[in-house]
T-cell receptor, first 113, second 114 residues
Framework: DADVTQTPRNRITKTGKRIMLECSQTKGHDRMYWYRQDPGLGLRLIYYSFDVKDINKGEISDGYSVSRQAQAKFSLSLESAIPNQTALYFC????????????FGEGSRLTVL | SQKIEQNSEALNIQEGKTATLTCNYTNYSPAYLQWYRQDPGRGPVFLLLIRENEKEKRKERLKVTFDTTLKQSLFHITASQPADSATYLCALDPRDTGRRALTFGSGTRLQVQP
């Protein structure tokens, strides 16, 4: 089983719908992240959390919200999806050390029609 | 403005040659820089980390250099193989922005021809 699991892996939805992407990890890491990847733009940070009570906005948080339900779970929500939120979304974790490497999930491909 | 730049054009090389990928940054003073490999449709995988006080880091066929004066990191793959074909991302710690998470470049696609 993967250490960082994202569900769903693929989702097609319509404009205005509420969508939740879920991430769970078995690595025991405190830090969790949500990134978005678009062609030519690389990975952009949406939200990150250093523990269940420490949630921070990234560079493109508008239109998104998150919930850290437990150390192992970090969910990303789109309250009212719009077409320009069509992208590949990645969850990642890292250990507590500042220079720790990131461990990524396999990604959730979201298409908003 | 702050930028991390990687060559958006794919790098095509012959098997056995050394591939050199570039990561340039402006208006950052990173404490460290990381390199990741990403295969199509997959999540990035960590390869190497180099700190600001290190000039060079090696791991098997991989070598990373970090020049904080030039604001540049070079990523080398020696004796390249077709299996090395992937997109390579650099990421740095934007400590001087107040943010506490890695910022990524857009990546360079490497294609190794047999």
């Amino acid at each position: 089983d993967a250490d960082v699991t994202q569900t769903p892996r693929n989702r097609i939805t319509k404009t205005g719908k509420r969508i939740m992407l879920e991430c769970s990890q078995t690595k025991g890491h405190d830090r969790m992240y949500w990134y978005r990847q678009d062609p030519g733009l690389g990975l952009r940070l949406i939200y990150y959390s250093f523990d269940v009570k420490d949630i921070n906005k990234g560079e493109i948080s508008d239109g998104y919200s998150v919930s850290r339900q437990a150390q192992a779970k970090f969910s990303l929500s789109l309250e009212s999806a719009i077409p320009n939120q069509t992208a590949l979304y990645f969850c990642a974790t890292s250990p507590g050390a500042r220079a720790g490497e990131l461990f990524f999930g396999e990604g959730s491909r979201l298409t908003v029609l | 403005s702050q930028k991390i730049e990687q060559n958006s054009e794919a790098l095509n090389i012959q098997e056995g040659k050394t591939a050199t990928l570039t990561c340039n940054y402006t208006n950052y003073s990173p404490a460290y820089l990381q390199w990741y490999r990403q295969d199509p449709g997959r999540g990035p995988v960590f390869l190497l980390l180099i700190r600001e006080n290190e000039k060079e880091k090696r791991k098997e066929r991989l070598k990373v250099t970090f020049d904080t004066t030039l604001k540049q990191s070079l990523f080398h793959i020696t004796a390249s193989q077709p299996a090395d074909s992937a997109t390579y991302l650099c990421a740095l710690d934007p400590r001087d922005t107040g943010r506490r998470a890695l910022t990524f470049g857009s990546g360079t696609r490497l294609q190794v021809q047999p």
